[in-house]
C-alpha cells in the first residue's frame, strides 16, 4: 500500500446563480428529463460547481436523459452532470448509476426549487450539497 490515498469527505457546494440556470432549464423541459453537465473545481473532497454546459447531441424523454460522452473535448473542468426527475424521486436509478460520469451526479425533483436538489456519488451514496 505504498499509494494510500486520505479519504476526505465530500462537500459539494453550488453556486445559487447556477441553481438559478439549472432550475429553469428543468422547468423548460418538463415534463421531459432535462441533462446537463457541470463544470467547476474539486480539491481535497470540496467541490465546487460554477458554470454548466449543454450537452452536444444531448436526447431526453419522460423517463430518460443522455447524451454521447464521446463528443466532448477533453476538459478536467467537468465534474459531473445534473439532471432532472420529473417524476419527484431523487433517487438514483440502476440507469442513473451505470451512466455515471465524472464526481458528481445531482438529480434534480420536481418540482425543482432550492431544496429539491441532490447529490450521489458513483455508488448511490448521499454526498452532502450545499449552495453559495
Known amino acids: 500500500m505504498l499509494f494510500k490515498k486520505k479519504k476526505y469527505e465530500r462537500l459539494v457546494s453550488l453556486k445559487k446563480d447556477v441553481v438559478n440556470s439549472i432550475s429553469t432549464y428543468c422547468q423548460i423541459k418538463h415534463p421531459n428529463e432535462s441533462i446537463l453537465i457541470l463544470k467547476?473545481?474539486?480539491?481535497?473532497?470540496?467541490?465546487?460547481?460554477?458554470?454548466?454546459?449543454?450537452?452536444?447531441?444531448?436526447?431526453?424523454?419522460?423517463?430518460?436523459?443522455?447524451?454521447?460522452?464521446?463528443?466532448?473535448?477533453?476538459?478536467?473542468?467537468?465534474?459531473?452532470?445534473?439532471?432532472?426527475?420529473?417524476?419527484?424521486?431523487?433517487?438514483?436509478s440502476l440507469t442513473d448509476l451505470h451512466n455515471f460520469f465524472g464526481l458528481v451526479s445531482l438529480i434534480v425533483q420536481f418540482p425543482y426549487d432550492d431544496e429539491d436538489f441532490f447529490a450521489w456519488d458513483s455508488q448511490g451514496n448521499s454526498i452532502k450539497l450545499e449552495i453559495v
Not at 65 to 77: E, I, K, R
Request: net charge neutral; glycine share 12%; no cysteine.
Open 40 to 92: 467547476g473545481t474539486s480539491k481535497k473532497g470540496k467541490i465546487l460547481i460554477d458554470s454548466l454546459v449543454i450537452p452536444p447531441f444531448s436526447h431526453t424523454g419522460p423517463t430518460f436523459a443522455g447524451f454521447p460522452q464521446s463528443f466532448l473535448p477533453f476538459d478536467m473542468s467537468y465534474l459531473g452532470i445534473v439532471h432532472s426527475h420529473p417524476s419527484g424521486s431523487a433517487e438514483p
